[in-house]
Nanobody, 114 residues
Framework: QVQFVESGGGLVQAGGSLRLSCAAS????????IGWYRQAPGKQRELVAR???????SYTDSVKGRFTISRDNAKTMVLLQMNSLKPEDTAVYYC????????WGQGTQVTVSS
């Protein structure tokens, strides 16, 4: 059973930055494309950034130019650098396989104050 562990969230003022980290059991982060997802209160979970096995990245329009997804060199972590944060980025952030997510982790809360 794959386990994802997200960390790095917190409370930040609008315009600030956070870096989220994703770890997973086994070789999950080496062998699958990985996405960062978020779920705001009362809204559906959405995919915000994705990195393929080869390192190709893609982003949803609302975060383009502000968020950067990457893997560490050892491919044991997937990172999400979030800059110029906005109140509408407030959500619980999760990492998981994309497509076809596996079991979800606990996520990490990101709160952006105006």
């Amino acid at each position: 059973q794959v386990q994802f562990v997200e960390s790095g969230g917190g409370l930040v003022q609008a315009g600030g930055s956070l870096r989220l980290s994703c770890a997973a059991s086994g070789n999950t982060l080496r062998i699958y494309p990985i996405g960062w997802y978020r779920q705001a209160p009362g809204k559906q979970r959405e995919l915000v950034a994705r990195i393929s096995r080869a390192g190709t990245t893609s982003y949803t329009d609302s975060v383009k130019g502000r968020f950067t997804i990457s893997r560490d060199n050892a491919k044991t972590m997937v990172l999400l650098q979030m800059n110029s944060l906005k109140p509408e980025d407030t959500a619980v952030y999760y990492c998981n396989r994309d497509p076809t997510p596996l079991d979800w982790g606990q996520g990490t809360q990101v709160t952006v104050s105006s």
